[in-house]
Antibody, heavy 116, light 108 residues
Framework: QVQLQESGPGLVKPSETLSLTCTVS????????WSWIRQAPGKGLECIGY???????YYNPSLKSRVTISLDTSKNQFSLKLSSVTAADTAVYYC??????????WGQGTLVTVSS | EIVLTQSPGTLSLSPGESATLSCRAS???????LAWYQQKPGQAPRLVIY???TRATGIPDRFSGSGSGTDFTLTISRLEPEDFAVYYC?????????FGQGTKVEIK
């Protein structure tokens, strides 16, 4: 079973860029779709976007102007950058592996707080 | 954009009882692209059902999924203490992936 682990700063200042990395183990990142999902405190799940091994990406329209998802096959990692963050971007950020039209594997999640 | 509406918001049941959770789509969706997740406090979501009715690896057979078109159901028969959690449905569209708002199954 594939394992995923998010890493990155837990605190980001308003207007700066949130950067997270998801390291994949137990499988090659060169297959499947890979996704970022977030969950604001006490709220539901929101898909941020996804990337395929070809590099093709999809971003949630509500975040599209601020989001970049990229793949690093040499490190078996994929990354998330979210620019111009505000307090509304405070959330637990999860990375996930997509298979059979479902998020089959999830990272444990990392809390990112936007505050000065 | 397809909107998924889950009901009820909260289900209060006792262990041993059965739970029926509903997920209604704003327009018809493919059963292939409908999934259910379980989330416990402080934990990442866990895939329970995909393809509307296929149990994920390690999911006990008391969990079952059904439905087609706009109406989908997750049934948990004989609730065990570890089943009390929040459940989300999700649709994988061709370009937009959306989640329902969740149903909390709580101990009565």
């Amino acid at each position: 079973q594939v394992q995923l682990q998010e890493s990155g700063p837990g605190l980001v200042k308003p207007s700066e860029t949130l950067s997270l990395t998801c390291t994949v183990s137990g499988g090659s990142i060169s297959n499947y779709y890979w996704s970022w999902i977030r969950q604001a405190p006490g709220k539901g799940l929101e898909c941020i976007g996804y990337i395929y091994n070809t590099g093709s990406t999809y971003y949630n329209p509500s975040l599209k102007s601020r989001v970049t998802i990229s793949l690093d096959t040499s490190k078996n990692q994929f990354s998330l950058k979210l620019s111009s963050v505000t307090a509304a971007d405070t959330a637990v950020y999860y990375c996930g592996r997509v298979g059979d039209y479902a998020l089959k594997d999830w990272g444990q999640g990392t809390l990112v707080t936007v505050s000065s | 954009e397809i909107v998924l509406t889950q009901s009820p918001g909260t289900l209060s049941l006792s262990p041993g009882e059965s739970a029926t959770l509903s997920c209604r789509a704003s327009q018809s969706v493919s059963s292939t692209s409908l999934a259910w997740y379980q989330q416990k406090p402080g934990q990442a979501p866990r895939l329970v059902i995909y393809g509307a009715s296929t149990r994920a690896t390690g999911i006990p057979d008391r969990f079952s999924g059904s439905g087609s078109g706009t109406d989908f159901t997750l049934t948990i028969s004989r609730l065990e203490p570890e089943d009390f959690a929040v459940y989300y449905c999700q649709h994988f569209g061709s370009s937009l992936w959306t989640f329902g708002q969740g149903t909390k199954v709580e101990i009565k």
